[in-house]
Each structure stands twice: as C-alpha cells, then as structure tokens.
C-alpha cells in the first residue's frame, strides 16, 4: 500500500500560467548525438545541458510545466535535473529509474526505481518518499493536470494483467479502477500510455490493443479507437476528442466516450499532434513511400501540405504555443540528419532550417 506523499496536506498549487506566452519565451530542447541542447525557436541561444544522456526508445528527457528545468537519466550516473537555459545541474538520485512524471506545480518529479514508485522534490534537502512498495510492479506514475491525483499500473512479475491504480496526490486514497491487458505491439512502452485529460476527470491508458478511458468518480472504463488494432490515441486540447490510428496508420477521430467515429486521412501517418490552440493536426503523411508533413482540421477535414516530397523525410513534428508554426527533424532520403526545421502551420512560408543536427525535439515555454 502506498506511503503518504504529504500526508494531510493540499495538493500542488497548480499555476494559472497565460495561455500564449511571449515568443521569446519559447525554447526547443533537442538531443545532438547523446547531448541535450535547449535554443530559442528562432534557432539563436544555443545551450548545452548536458552530455552523455541514457540511450532509450521513450523520451530521453522530461521538461518541467513552468519550462525551467529539465529531468534526464544520464548513462551510469543517475537521475538529473539542470535549468533549461543552462546553470549547474543537480542529481536526484544515482539509480537507473524508469518512467518520470513531473509535479504539476514543477517543484519536483515522480518515478519508478527497482519496481516501486517514487516522489522527489527538486530540494534535495528533502528526502525521496515512497509512494508505492512492497515486491509489486509500478509502471508510468502520472499526476492529473490539476495535481490532486496520480495514476498508475500494477502487476506482478509474472503476470500479464495489470491494474489501473489511482491514488490522491498525498498519497492516500489508494483504488483500483480496474484492468488492461497489453497486447504484443512493435510501439515502446512509455510513460504518454497514461495520459489525462485537460480536466482531470478521466485518463487514458494506451498500453497495447484495446485503449479504454478510466473515470475518477469510478464506474466501467470506456474502450476507445475502432477497427482491429487501433493505437496512438491522444486528447484535444479541449479533452472532447480524441485521435487514433488503425491498423494500417490511418487517422481518425472520436468521442472522448467513445462515440462518433471517422475518419480524416485515407492514408497511413505517424505521430500526429494536435494544436494546442484549436482543432487542427499535424502528422507525417506517408504516401507511396514518400513522407510530407501536413495539418488536418478535425472540424472540416481540409488537409493543408505544410512541405512537399523532395529530399527530405520529416519526423517529430511539434507545435509552438501560440499555434503559429511547427517545429519537426528533417532527415535526407539516404537516412543522413538534415536538421531542426520551422515552418508556419498555414503554409504560408517555406521551412526554414534552425540547427544543423538535431532529434528528439520539445518545444515549451519558460514561465
């Protein structure tokens, strides 16, 4: 059972932070071979974090909600914290953890070590509390974006059916929402297989075939995603959609109760992501071996090309705050680094190269 976070006290205060920040505002982290770099989204304000980051198929970094720090396991050595405009790093612990989940008021991280669950604060002179122990196997601790609440899974070593667990943000309130059974999937395992809604009252679990919406006032979980494997499921920023690919990459769309099903490209695509403005998504479009970056309206499915088949293939497409633009990796068609890239979302102006090498970007703003 779980040990008290902050037995008795309030959740985090969750800051009210302005809706689109200022330009200057805005930096892009990204990994250069094993070191991460922020710089602003105009290309200029280079900073090295941090060198020798831990390879792994999930996100090798985790910014914080207000956008100063940045959490990283480095190889051999531990988890680390280090502004994102650069300074002197500090470590939070030397263990090799695995997923990590910021505080929402950003004041520290939680994270699974040797199967048990974690809380961390970024003042080391408090000590790390035990939210979850005892020989079981915790996976994807998340908090809700409100901060009263984390959820994550359970299981056994040797068991294949894992529990949904939500707990309060002291951690008190220990429940079980019910189960998931993941199913073999080529996609990583990683911590976005928990992911909550804008308004905290429900969250997603995308761990393997099916995807089902677990409620916290309880009650039966909602499948979600139609068709034989449906996967990659992800909220509108209003939280009353949701995307996801079939079994062939197609996109769709759906009711966050999942209702209402269709489609909004014919072809297959890869790592869409919504506006964080309004109904619009972007994705990688493959077509006939070609790939191009385009953006959807998922009110009015018009389909706007944001670059062409040329030399390049486009990767890890993000979208600055303001809606504006994206930033995305651009790789040759002989598989060489092409860069980091901006182009307006409307299509108005040609891609413009930001960085010679980069991958693994993350754009935020620093309140």
């Known amino acids: ?60 970094y985790y910014v914080s909600p207000d956008g100063q720090w940045i959490a990283y396991q480095q190889a051999n050595d531990g988890l680390w914290v280090a502004p994102t405009v650069g300074g002197p790093p500090t470590r939070l612990n030397d263990g090799m953890v695995g997923s990590v989940s910021w505080f929402p008021d ?26 979850a122990a005892g020989g079981r196997r915790y996976l994807f601790p998340t908090w809700s974006p409100d901060g009263k609440y984390i959820a994550f899974l359970e ?18 309130g220990w429940r079980t929402l019910g189960v998931t059974a993941p199913q073999p999937s ?47 499921h992800a909220w509108s920023p209003d939280g009353r959609s949701l995307t996801y690919q079939d079994e062939i990459g197609r996109l769709w769309l759906a009711k966050a109760d999942g209702s209402e099903h269709r489609q909004l490209t014919s072809f297959p695509v890869s790592e869409a992501a919504w506006s964080p403005q309004d109904s619009r998504i972007t994705y990688v479009a493959r077509r006939d071996g070609d790939t191009a970056l385009e953006v959807v309206s998922a009110e009015t499915g018009e389909i706007r090309p944001i670059t062409s088949a040329d030399n390049y293939t486009e990767s890890n497409p993000r979208w600055t705050p303001d809606g504006a633009s994206l930033i995305f990796v651009r790789y040759t068609t002989q598989g060489q680094p ?7 979302a409307d299509g108005s102006t040609p891609p413009q190269r930001l960085a010679l090498t980069g991958e693994a970007i993350q754009v935020f703003a620093v309140r």
């Open 106 to 131: 950003s004041a520290g991280v939680v994270y699974t070590l040797d199967d048990d669950v974690y809380a961390q604060w970024l003042d080391t002179t408090q000590s790390p509390r035990t939210l």
């Open 186 to 232: 080529e996609r990583p395992l990683c911590p976005d297989v928990i992911a909550w809604s804008p308004d905290s009252t429900r969250f997603l679990v995308d761990f393997g075939e099916p995807a089902f919406v677990f409620y916290v006032s309880g009650g039966s979980p909602v499948q979600v995603g139609a068709g034989v494997a449906p996967t990659h």
């Open 155 to 172: 299981t056994t070593a040797d068991d294949d059916v894992f529990s949904v667990i939500l707990i309060q943000s002291d951690g008190t």
């Open 338 to 344: 092409a860069g980091i890239w901006r182009a307006s």
């Open 1 to 60: 059972m779980a040990a008290g976070l902050t037995a008795g006290c309030q959740p985090p205060q969750v800051p009210d932070y302005e809706t689109t920040p200022s330009p200057s505002a805005v930096r892009i982290a990204y990994l250069d071979g094993d070191n991460l770099n922020t710089m602003q989204a105009d290309g200029t304000d280079i900073s090295l974090l941090a060198r020798d980051l831990q390879p792994t198929d999930c996100a090798p």
